[in-house]
C-alpha cells in the first residue's frame, strides 16, 4: 500500500524510517562527503590502441600468401570511450592451389562479419544492443569465413587468427599455426593462441622435444585449417589486454624463425612499437627469411 | 515416362556453380543421377538410377572423386591406383561391404558405382538422437564392425586396411546391420603435399600421422568411432589423441565399466598397448557384453553401479538443530557461526563445537548471508528491516526500513553496507550515520546480493536487468538478460559472471557491459558464480554443476546431482563444495569433477556451504546446520 501511495506521489518521500536505540541520525559532515566523492573521481583518460604491422615475401619464397587486416578506433561506451580495434593474420597454406585467395578471403570474411556487427555503434547510430556475445560474434565470423573460403578457393586452406579488442578486453578467434602473443611490461611473453598443428600435439603429449619439433620434417602439417575438413571449431577466448604491454599477431614465417625471448626483445629495445614490428621482420629475414613473414603489434594506451 | 529426364545438357557438363551434377544428369550414358547423397573431401556421392536395368528401378551410389593433381603423370598414377584398388574391392563379398558394380574415368573425375545402401550413417543418427544411444546397441555395432574389419584384415594375399573408419563411413541399413560405405580407395586422391591435412582428424591413431597404416589403426579408429557414439563427444572437435583425457564414464556414467576398458585398450597411444587383432577386440566386446548381460538384453538397467559410498566414515563434528529450514549460507566471524532462519532468528553458534550462543529474532525469515564487520552483524529479513547486531551480545545495535523483503545478501565496502530490497530498490547506507547514503531504483525486485569491485557495485534484479552502479548511485552501465537476475555476480580480472533465469551464465566486461560470452545451461539458475584458477564453477535447476573455462567458455565438466542445485559452490583447496536439493552436500575434484564424497541431509540444500579451517559448515532445509570435516 505505501508503495502504491509512493508511485503517486512520486518518490520524494524520505524511504528511511529514523532508527532505533537512540542512535542520532545527523547528515553526513562535508568531511565525509568528501572522503565519497574522493573514491569516484571521475578522470577522462583516452584509452586508445597505438597500432602497427609489416610484411615481407621472405627470402625464399616468390609468392607472398599470407594476409593481413587492421583496424583501430575509438567507440563510445555506455558512460566512456572504449578502444575498439580488429586486427587478423591469415596464412595461406603453402603446396595448395590460390592459397594467397584463401588466406584474403578469410580476413575479408572476417573483416566484414564483425564491421558490419558494429556498424551502428561505429558509426555512432542508433542501435539495440548486440544479443550475442563478443565470442559468438567472432566463432560466426569464422565460420563465414570457412564458408566463404570453400566456395571461392576450393580445395585450398588457410590459418587465420583474428583479434578483436572492445575496451580492455581482447578476444581471440584461431584456426591453424599463426600466433597471438600478449607481452607484459616486464618482458615476459605468453602465447596465447595454441597450434593446431601435428607437431606441436605431439610435443604436449610429451612424444618428441621442442627442439625435435622445431626441425620437425611434418613441422607444416596442420590437424586444422580454414577452408579443410568437413567441420571446423575454432578456438575461442577472451583476456584482459596487459596494461603496459603488446600482442602481437605473426605468422610462422616470423615464430618459426625466431624465439620467442628474442622476439620480445626486439619490441623492448626498439624506441617506437613501428621500428619494433620493422626489426622483427628483418630478423626473420636474416635468419634466412623461409617463409612469408607477417606481424601485427599493438599496445594499449590510457 | 521415367526415360524423357535423360534429355538435357551432356553428361558431366551438367554441373551446379559447385561443382556438382545436376539431378537429371545422364552419366556415362547409363547413371541417372537423382540426388547428392553425401559430400567427401574428394567429390561427391549421388544416388542414381542404373538405366541398363529400363523396366525395373534399380538404384545405386555413384561415388566421384575429383583428380585434382596438377602434373599428367601423377594424375596417371592416381588413376592407376584407383582402378587397381577398385579391382580388389569388387571380389569382395559380405554382407556389410557395399558390392562394387563398375568403375569408369571422364577426364579428371573417376567414379565408382556401387550398392546403393537404404539407411543412415551414424553420423547422422547420432546427430538426430537427442539422448545418449543405447549401450547395447553400440555394443552390437561394434561387434559387427570388428566382424567385417576381420574379413578385411584377413584378406590374402595382402590384408586390407580400412584407414578411414568414423561414424560418417558407417550406414546402418533397414535391418539395423551396419554397412562400410568408404574405403581407403579414395585415399590416393589426396595430395601428399606439404601443408595438408591428413587422415580424417580426431579418428586416426597417432602413427598413421605418420604414414604407417596396419590394422592396429583400424583397431583405435573403431575405439574412438565407438567412443564417440558413447560420449556424443565429437573428436574432431578435440585436440588428436586427446581421449585419454576424456573419460568415457566420465560423461556418460550409465556405459558399464567393462566396455569402458575394451575402448581404452583399443584407444592406446602406442599400437603394441592395444588389441593384437581385430579378433581379439571382438572377443574383449562379446566378454564385456556377456558380463554386464547386455548381450542377452537381460539387464537394461544399469543398477548396481558402484557408487562412492553415502556418507562413508562421514560424520559430523557437530550438527545444530533451528526451529525451521536453513535457506541462507552461514557465516563465520571470530569463531563463531552465524546463520539465519526460516523460524526467523539468526543463531550464533560455537564453530568450534556447534554451542549454541544466543538468537535475535527478526519478525520474517533470513534467507540471505550475514555479514560482519567491527562485531556488528548485519542480516536482511523479510520483515523488511537490515539488521545491525552485536555479535557479542546478540543485542540489536540499529535496524534500517525497507519497504520489501530483504533477500539479498548485505555486502560492506568503504564503511557502506550495500543490499537489495523487494522495494525495487539497491540500498547504500552508511555505516557510521546508519542513514542511507543514497538508494537506487531498478523497477523491479532486487534478491541478487551485491558484489563490489573497482569501485563498482554490480547486481540484477528480477526484471532481468543487470547494473553497475558507483559509489555515488550512478550507472555506469546495465545490461538486459531475457529473464530474472536472482544470482549473485561475481567479478573477476575485469569480467563480470551471473547466471539467470534465462538458463544462461554470462560473462560481461566489467568497464563497458559488452556481453563477452554466455553459457547455455539447461534450465534457468539462481546459483552464484564462482572464479578459481581460471574457472567458473556454478550450478543450475537442471541438477548440474558446471565447470566452465574463464577465457573460452568452453565446459570443462559438469556433474549431475539428483535434484535442481540452487546454492552456490564453494572452492576450498583441491575441492569444490555444493548443496543440491537432493539433500546431499557434494565434495567434488574441482579441476575434474570427479565426486570425492557427499553427505546427506534430510531436506533440500539450498544455501551456500561455509569452510574454514578444513571445516565445512552447510545447512539445510531439515533445520540442521552440520559441521564436517573438509
Known sequence: MLNFFRKIFGKKEEPVKPAMDNIVTAPLSDVQLQSIRAMTVNRFEPSQLLVTSAQSVGR?????EDSLFTLSTTIAGHSSNAPFGLFIIADGMGGHQYGEIASNTAIRAISDYILKKFHNTLFHLPSIPLEESLQEIMQAAVAEAQRAVLHEAPGSGTTVTAALVLGQQLTIGHVGDSRGYLIYSEQRMEAITRDHSLV???????????????VHPQRNVLYRALGQGETLEADLSTTPFPIGGYLLICSDGLWGVIPDDEMSKIIFEAPTIQRGCQNLIAAANAAGGPDNISAILVQLLG | METQRIDGPNGSENRSTIGQLNSGTNLGNRYLIQDVIGVGGMGSVYRARDLHFPNVVKLVAVKEMINQAPDPLVRQTIVHNFEREANILATLSHPSIPRIYDYFTLDNRSYLVLEFVNGKDLEAILSQTDGTLAEEQILAWGIQLCEVLAF???????????????????????HNHIVLVDFGIAKSFQSGQKGTMIGTEGYSPPEQYRGEANTKADIYALGATMHHLLTRRDPRLEPPFSFGERPIRKINPNVSMELETVINTALQYNPDDRFNSVDDFKDALLSAGRKTGLLNRINLNPSGQANVSVNSGIKPVWAFQCEDELRGTPLMYNGAIYTGCYDNNLYALNAANGEFLWKYASEGGIVGRPVAYEDIVYFGSEDHRLHAVNTRTGKISWSYYTDGRVRSSPRISENHIFFGSDDYCLHAVNLSTNRNAWIFDTGSEVRSSPFIAGELVYFGNEAGDFFALDYRGNAKWRYKAKRNITSSPWVHENVVYFNSMDGYLYAVDAKTGWLIWRFRMEKPSIVSPVVVDNMVFTGSSDGHIY??????AKELWRFKTGHQVNGSPIIYKDALYCGSVDGYLYCLEYKTGRLKWKFETQGPITGAPLVYNDIVYIGSHDHFIYALLA
Do not use: C, W, Y
Open chain 1, 60 to 64: 625464399q619464397r616468390e609468392l607472398n
Open chain 1, 200 to 214: 606441436r600435439r605431439l610435443e604436449e603429449l610429451g612424444q618428441i622435444t621442442a627442439a625435435e619439433a622445431a
Open chain 2, 152 to 174: 578385411l584384415h584377413h584378406h590374402k594375399p595382402d590384408p586390407i586396411i580400412f584407414r578411414d573408419m568414423k561414424p560418417s563411413n558407417v550406414m546402418i541399413n533397414q
Open chain 2, 547 to 552: 565447470a566452465i573455462e574463464a577465457k573460452s
